[in-house]
């Protein structure tokens, strides 16, 4: 008798780790795994945006106090909702993750962000066209004045030209790296660049250094005026109060003209055009 009733307490306790282990082993993970991920890739929406009028009622990503900023808000009035991101990349990871439904910016950082992120593309459809320029103080038109020399001086000789090819052009990119001349005099003092170090090509890092369309502009300047060059990295949004406010000399984000930033500071004569467009995630 003791040992039929082992016998079925063996059997019991087996038949009860076997069930236990069809409930919550390996397999069964693997399924609610596999569930959890489709799960959660169904919640991030199909692209709605194929033009600029699909804009209105949508939620726009856009970097905070750019022009694609200024755009977007138009569409306020619209029913639309702008999410403002201090980054670029961040509006990007927004779009990426069903959060917005598309992210107006400028052609160029758009087109680095799409070569890193083959799910997403770029309406073909321009969406504003603009010219980027320097931002000086109200107090210091001399220093305009003499930056808009500079400038005059570096699309005459091509140097201009040759710094954009550097960064942007398919056969010229890399090969054509701005070098400052050996024998330039800095003795005019520092010119204080505020910048925002995440606009790819205009001002990005690379090994750790702030580079780009921008900074090789800037140099140029400096080059021509003898002056060193001193950059600072900051948030976009306070490039114009620290132009204002002294904290430095110049603002060089990729940055436009408006009525609004006109209010604030002077601007050069522009040493660029660039295309704003949007960026939706693919079908």
Excluded: H, W
């Amino acid at each position: 008798m003791k040992k039929f009733l082992i016998g079925l307490l063996t059997l019991t306790m087996a038949f009860s780790l076997t069930a236990c282990g069809s409930g919550s082993g390996a397999g069964s993970e693997s399924t609610t795994g596999s569930e959890a991920t489709t799960e959660s890739e169904s919640k991030i929406p199909a692209n709605t945006v194929s033009s600029a009028e699909d804009l209105p009622g949508k939620t726009i990503g856009v970097q905070l106090g750019t022009t694609g900023d200024i755009y977007a808000s138009d569409y306020e009035a619209e029913g639309s909702t702008i999410e403002r991101y201090n980054k670029g990349a961040d509006a990007i990871q927004a779009l990426k993750q069903g959060k917005v439904d598309c992210v107006i910016i400028d052609e160029q950082p758009a087109l680095a962000f799409v070569e890193k992120n083959p799910d997403l593309k770029i309406l073909e459809e321009e969406f504003a066209l603009e010219e980027y320029a320097i931002c000086i103080s109200k107090d210091n038109p001399e220093l305009t004045e003499k930056i808009n020399a500079a400038l005059e001086q570096l699309q005459t000789d091509g140097t201009l030209i040759q710094i954009i090819a550097n960064y942007i052009g398919d056969e010229t990119k890399g090969t054509m790296p701005y070098e400052s001349p050996a024998d330039v005099d800095r003795s005019n003092g520092t010119l204080v660049m505020a910048t925002n170090a995440a606009f790819e090509p205009y001002e990005f890092y690379e090994n750790q250094e702030i580079t780009g369309i921008d900074v090789d502009m800037a140099q140029a300047v400096c080059d021509i005026l003898g002056m060193e060059l001193k950059i600072e990295d900051m948030e976009f949004d306070s490039i114009i109060n620290a132009v204002t406010s002294g904290k430095a000399d110049i603002g060089v984000a990729g940055m436009t003209v408006t009525e609004d930033r006109l209010k604030s500071v002077d601007f050069s004569d522009p040493y660029t055009t660039a295309t704003q467009v949007i960026i939706v995630r693919g079908e």
